[in-house]
């Protein structure tokens, strides 16, 4: 079931973003309206439906509101089946932004829970593309832009899973760029750091048990750390992006929004992993020791000591 303020003209370039109730998919959703984009935001369920068109109305502009549960194949196919309808056979552009952060220790989070991240945060948007891709290739024409995060390129401590679940994403866009690049289709990957969003709530929610865990120390520091989530940046700087990668007819392969991110990214590259190992483990809270001692170099021969 979808619903609608005003659809807007047939030729206005019909962008779709998941996940459009909160956070950057919600930024995004509204940018891309008030830049003209004939927006459908998916959501969940009907009360979030509710809540994006309100956020909309607030906002002086219109979009569409589907629901569509994309973790769920019949779901998403329902969604996307009535999206098509209301455009032309599919949309011009999808925005796959859907995705949570499941928290904890690899020794700790579950099989369920490892596969219910991986299915939001890698097969959903895999699952997506493929019902977009056959109406963008026969048109010519369109773009998938994938909400990846500089942990798609670094990894961190009690993040595990949801690393893993951003590098396979990184790998899964890296193929299909360019795998259909000769269609026509660009493929764009979004590599946030962090922005204050509702992501770092659930985050905190779906920790494993704290009384119950040799990692509990870890997790009351990562606790009071997203707690803070309202002092970060706002996620509009990220759907901005988005908004210059859709507008931009040959976009970067990659674009990392953020301070952090970028010093990150520079930072996995550049220093050794003796010393992110054990900064991230102070900064996770693991580890409230002095840094180990490097180990002793081999003695070189004597023509080649200065």
């Known amino acids: 079931m979808s619903t609608s303020r005003d659809p807007g003209s047939p030729a206005r370039k019909s962008v779709v973003v998941t996940g459009a109730n909160s956070g950057i998919g919600l930024a995004t959703a509204l940018e891309l309206a008030k830049a003209g984009y004939a927006v459908f935001g998916t959501v969940r369920d009907e009360s979030k439906a509710v809540r994006l068109r309100k956020a909309a109305w607030d906002a002086g502009t219109s979009l569409t509101a589907v629901v569509c549960d994309v973790g769920d194949a019949d779901s998403c196919e329902r969604g996307f089946a009535d999206i098509a309808a209301q455009t032309g056979g599919g949309p011009w552009a999808v925005v796959n932004n859907a995705g949570y952060a499941q928290g904890g220790a690899i020794e700790d989070v579950t099989d369920e829970l490892a596969r219910e991240q991986l299915e939001i945060?890698?097969?959903?948007?895999?699952?997506?593309?493929?019902?977009?891709?056959?109406?963008?290739?026969?048109?010519g024409d369109g773009v998938i832009v994938n909400i990846s995060s500089v942990g798609g390129r670094t990894t961190m401590p009690l993040l595990g899973w949801y690393c893993?679940?951003?590098?396979?994403?990184?790998?899964?866009?890296?193929?299909?760029?360019?795998?259909?690049?000769?269609?026509?289709?660009?493929?764009?990957?979004?590599?946030?750091?962090?922005?204050?969003?509702?992501?770092?709530?659930?985050?905190?929610?779906?920790?494993?048990?704290?009384?119950?865990?040799?990692?509990?120390?870890?997790?009351?520091?990562?606790?009071?750390?997203?707690?803070?989530?309202s002092r970060m940046p706002g996620p509009v700087w990220v759907a901005r992006t988005i908004r210059m990668?859709?507008?931009?007819?040959?976009?970067?392969?990659?674009?990392?929004?953020?301070v952090d991110a970028v010093a990150f990214t520079a930072t996995e590259r550049l220093v050794p992993t003796l010393v992110t190992d054990y900064v991230k483990s102070l900064a996770s809270g693991l580890r409230r020791t002095a840094l180990p001692s490097l180990p002793s170099l081999p003695s070189l021969p004597r023509p080649f000591r200065r």
Do not use: C
């Open 121 to 139: 945060n890698l097969i959903a948007p895999a699952r997506v593309a493929r019902l977009v891709l056959p109406t963008m290739r026969q048109r």
């Open 164 to 229: 893993a679940s951003k590098h396979g994403l990184e790998a899964l866009s890296n193929a299909l760029r360019v795998e259909v690049a000769q269609f026509g289709i660009r493929v764009v990957l979004i590599e946030p750091g962090a922005f204050g969003t509702d992501i770092w709530a659930g985050g905190r929610e779906r920790l494993p048990s704290v009384a119950s865990s040799a990692y509990a120390a870890a997790y009351q520091r990562a606790d009071s750390i997203t707690a803070g989530a």
């Open 245 to 258: 990668a859709l507008a931009n007819p040959v976009p970067l392969a990659r674009y990392l929004v953020g």
